[in-house]
């Protein structure tokens, strides 16, 4: 069956008895993520340490698998190292997250020129929406599952109405959470890029948060709920467009659906910046003693906001000569609060017991599932 994409607003009223449950849990776990968030002196930190979570999951939604010492090891840039490609994907990814960022916060808006940047970031090219057709969604063995929109015309007109959606308060009162599911769902059906739609779609989810508020910063991330019950995403997205219009029961189970993902992941992320803040407070117990009068805060935050540092960085940040820049670094390894790896001619620092944190958090919401 072939699905007509509706304008939005949908006609339904999807605040359910069930969804409105659902809903209070949601928010109040959202508004206590919001307020931790605030125990992190630093923004730049959780934006910068868990983008880099989130676009190495994302990534592993469209089988783009990487490991944590590979993106960290990309991070800092070693001329050594050879990046290899799943690895360059999940920092684009980043990059692309942290400019959407910048200019939903900067314009208050979020459109259809920001989506296309968010997209070009990604795939590092500038082929905006779909001109030619032929694109056609389909499973493993080949079967076709779903045909988007094929005109630049009308995935121009879909994404015209998505953007006053996204923007308009006026055009409907829903709450927010439930207008961040629509949405999602929305731009996946449009589908208006030739490749990185699921990518883009999944930082819109952020992107809208913080939009409408519900977040200062883009620290929620569904891409691992998502990895976790991939099978039941990509399900109820589909089953949406095979009833057509009889599907209220279906946007209704897909609503839950993402609301639970949006509580699941609040509650996850609640507990891994509790265990950032409380690791950098002993961090800078343990350097205040170590260092005395020569203890900045400078240097903590680098070590944070790096997983993997090295001399150039800290020299960066802290204004000091390349030689004070590394014996700071080898005193703290020396410490055990550093773990000190050689690459060819140079040297990183690895915040052990930060990566750690991230994969107990990845372990623990894998128990969870």
């Known amino acids: 069956m072939e699905y007509d994409i509706p304008a939005l607003p949908l006609k339904y009223d999807l605040e359910t008895k069930e969804v409105l449950k659902q809903l209070g849990r949601t928010n109040r776990k959202l508004a206590e993520l919001k307020g931790v968030a605030h125990t992190i002196p630093n923004e730049h930190i959780l934006i910068s340490t868990l983008t880099l979570q989130e676009a190495k999951d994302s990534s592993e939604v469209e089988n783009i698998v990487t490991t944590q010492d590979d993106i960290y090891k990309a991070d800092l840039d070693l001329k050594q190292s050879i ?8 920092m684009n990814y980043r990059e692309a997250l942290q400019r959407g960022f910048a200019l939903v916060r900067q314009n208050k808006l979020l459109t259809s020129n920001i989506i296309k940047e968010i997209q070009a970031c990604l795939e590092s090219n500038k082929a ?20 988007p929109p094929q005109t630049l015309d009308e995935i121009t007109r879909l994404m015209d109405n998505l953007e006053r959606f996204i923007n308009d308060e006026s055009l409907c009162d829903l709450d927010p959470l439930i207008k ?17 739609n699921g ?19 883009p620290i929620l991330y569904l891409s691992r709920y998502i990895i976790h019950h991939k099978g039941e995403y990509y399900r109820l997205i589909q089953c949406i467009r095979d009833k ?30 509790k265990g950032i803040s409380i690791l950098m407070s002993e961090y800078k117990i343990k350097l205040r003693s170590m260092l005395g009068k020569f203890y900045r805060h400078e240097l903590l935050n680098n070590l944070f906001f790096h997983p993997y540092t090295k001399v150039e960085y800290l020299e960066r940040d802290m204004m000091v ?18 773990n000190k790896v050689k690459m060819g001619k140079h040297n990183y620092y690895i915040n052990v017991q930060l990566c750690n944190l991230f994969m107990n958090n990845a372990y623990v919401n894998e128990q969870g599932s």
């Not at 731009?187 to 890029?193: A, L, T």
């Not at 883009?200 to 913080?210: H, K, P, Q």
């Open 83 to 90: 990046i290899n490609a799943s690895a360059k994907e999940v």
């Open 244 to 273: 057509g219009d009889d599907n209220q029961a279906e946007w209704e189970q897909w609503i839950l659906f993402m609301l639970k993902g949006v509580e699941q992941t609040a509650t996850d992320t609640i507990r891994l910046v």
């Open 128 to 147: 905006g929406f779909r001109s030619l057709p032929g694109t056609a969604l389909k499973r493993n063995d080949g079967v076709v599952v779903y045909t």
């Open 180 to 196: 961040m599911t629509i949405i999602h769902h929305q731009f996946e059906s449009i589908h208006p890029f030739y490749d990185g």
């Open 321 to 338: 000569t390349r030689q004070t820049a590394a014996k700071y670094l080898d005193k703290i390894a020396e410490t055990g609060l550093l």
């Open 199 to 217: 990518r883009t779609g999944r930082i819109l989810i952020i992107l809208y948060l913080v939009l409408s508020e519900l977040l200062d910063l």
